[in-house]
């Protein structure tokens, strides 16, 4: 399994040696739980708190790819934020 893979186009990602994660365009939540390092219970919990978008194909859960893309940009943007130490200071009335 791999652990990680980028969500960027299929010409960038050629390094990466499980091809299912290339050509799945509308992941499986165990994919997408490979692509991102997560295990397939925390993708359910995200699919669940609306993190991620998904629909029904038959009996098959599919992951919208935007939305792991769109994922993954607002934890980039989280992490860019400086990190705020301590007890937050209290409003004086």
Do not use: W
Request: glycine share 8%; hydrophobic share 30%.
């Amino acid at each position: 399994m791999v652990a990680s893979a980028c969500l960027k186009s299929p010409q960038q990602c050629l390094a990466h040696s499980d091809k299912r994660l290339l050509l799945s365009r509308y992941p499986s939540p165990r994919v997408a739980g490979e692509m991102l390092g997560y295990g397939k219970t925390y993708i359910f919990r995200l699919l669940k708190n609306g993190e991620l978008k998904s629909y029904r194909d038959g009996g098959a859960r599919r992951i919208i790819t935007q939305s792991l893309r769109d994922y993954v940009a607002r934890r980039l943007a989280e992490d860019a934020e400086p990190a705020r130490r301590g007890r937050p200071k209290k409003k004086k009335p």
